[in-house]
């Protein structure tokens, strides 16, 4: 048998002390997750204030709900704090739904609510609150079409933890250039397409390194295409379609952003010839350069991107033969020289023979491509589609072609 000592009269104290000072400092932390808890439940319930709601899509958002982070929307971390608001209207831009579902995010997981117009239009109506800048946990502000108007409020540039930051498909205004995003370092997503902001590229969006994706799409940017993209090495999507740039295609956008899977420059005003640097980019799978003005031929370094599955380069001032080397692109399944429905019609018989027809009248075209359609084109096997200038079709209905699906 041991026989511990006795504790002596000063070891009774020190260890009442320790367990005081336990549960003082206990209470404090308690005190402070329940403050910050409360806090941000009471900033919430700000923002339902800001905003109109007429189809309750925050009717779970209410002062008699304890417990915020299992509203609607909201997503809390570990310390329960709001590390998440993803509330988006039903889009009405079916074309941008398309895309979303295409591309899937590249498994970053952020809702979406797309759907088909027979759909309610369900959104939030009103101004952005600067509330929302009190939520200093947030990595997700996602609020894509929905009906907020007026400019994005300056808080949201101090969210130093946002990674996506997703306000497509509003009615936002305001200077692109004066958007301070230097504090926002963790940025992976930034997509702010079709809304109304006008101006020039801000340099501090060059301090967004990490970004994955950069939606610009269908705003009033009148600005050159900045070469600080170049520095946006893990990219994999590029909008900057239906704006108003000027300028040439940065050969950086071959020569660093190497991962791109989705490039759309369609829509703006854009001249010079296309970079042969793109042909550097081993992955991109769509490559969307229609109504600009870019001159020259299509690069032969084009036909280095084995996975590339649409391109697009109609309504452009482009010259020289139809390229034979893009018949290395082996999933390329849809082709656009033309802007007219001159749909060349590539018909499967049932003992595998094939036979090329042609539609649409000689309209008038805005490349000026020599030549016939070229067999190496033709007989890609995942080919669905081309579009090309009525001149390229009367020459290839007099020749074979190799396997290629019905094309419309």
């Given amino acids: 048998m041991v026989f511990l000592p006795e504790m002596g009269k000063e070891g009774s104290v020190f260890s009442a002390s320790m367990d005081l000072l336990s549960f003082v400092l206990f209470l404090c932390i308690f005190s402070s997750v329940s403050g910050q808890f409360s806090d941000e439940r009471m900033t919430l319930l700000e923002f339902k204030k800001s ?6 899509l925050l009717k779970s958002w209410n002062a008699d709900s304890f417990n915020h982070c299992s509203w609607f929307g909201v997503t809390c971390n570990a310390k329960l704090r709001v590390s998440g608001l993803e509330i988006g209207g ?54 894509p079409f929905n009906e907020l108007v007026g400019e994005i409020p300056v808080e949201i540039w101090g969210l130093r933890n946002l990674e996506v930051l997703d306000l497509e ?7 692109f250039s004066s958007y301070e ?15 109304r902001i006008s101006g020039l590229f801000p340099p501090s969006l060059s301090k967004c390194s990490g970004l994955r994706i950069l939606n610009l799409a269908g705003n009033r940017i009148n600005d050159v295409v900045p070469g600080f993209v170049g520095g946006f090495r893990k990219l994999r999507v590029l909008n900057l379609s239906f704006n108003r740039l000027v300028g040439y295609v940065p050969d950086e956008l071959g020569y660093d952003c190497t991962n791109l899977e989705h490039l759309d ?17 081993s992955r991109l799978r769509t490559l969307l350069l229609s109504s600009n003005s870019l001159s020259g031929v ?23 033969p139809l ?41 008038d075209e805005c490349n000026s491509f020599q030549g016939s359609i070229p067999d190496e084109i033709t007989a890609l096997p995942k080919l669905k589609i081309i579009w090309a200038p009525a001149a ?14 019905t094309a419309y």
């Fill in 90 to 143: 039903n889009s009405s831009l079916p074309h941008s739904c398309s895309l979303k579902s295409a591309l899937a995010l590249h498994g970053f997981g952020i809702g979406r609510n797309c759907s088909d117009s027979s759909e309610i239009n369900v959104k939030l109506v009103g101004r952005m609150s600067a509330v929302i800048g009190k939520l200093t946990e947030l990595r997700v502000l996602s609020l």
């Fill in 265 to 281: 420059l369609s829509a703006d005003s854009l001249e010079g010839e296309i970079p042969r640097a793109l042909g550097n980019c």
């Fill in 51 to 56: 905003v109109s709601d007429p189809y309750g």
């Fill in 169 to 175: 498909g509003n009615s936002l205004v305001g200077d």
């Fill in 181 to 195: 995003f230097s504090g926002l370092r963790k940025l992976r997503i930034l997509n702010l397409a079709f809304n």
């Fill in 298 to 320: 299509i690069p032969s370094e084009i036909g280095k991107l084995r996975n590339l599955e649409v391109l697009d380069v109609s309504k452009n001032s482009l010259r020289g």
């Fill in 323 to 363: 390229p034979a080397h893009l018949g290395n692109c082996t999933n390329l399944s849809v082709l656009v020289l033309s802007s007219h429905f001159n749909a060349l019609q590539l018909n499967k018989h049932p003992r595998g023979e094939t036979s090329r027809g042609f539609s649409g009248e000689a309209l």
């Fill in 392 to 405: 390229q079709f009367s020459k290839a209905t007099s020749q074979e072609t190799g396997r290629v699906a």
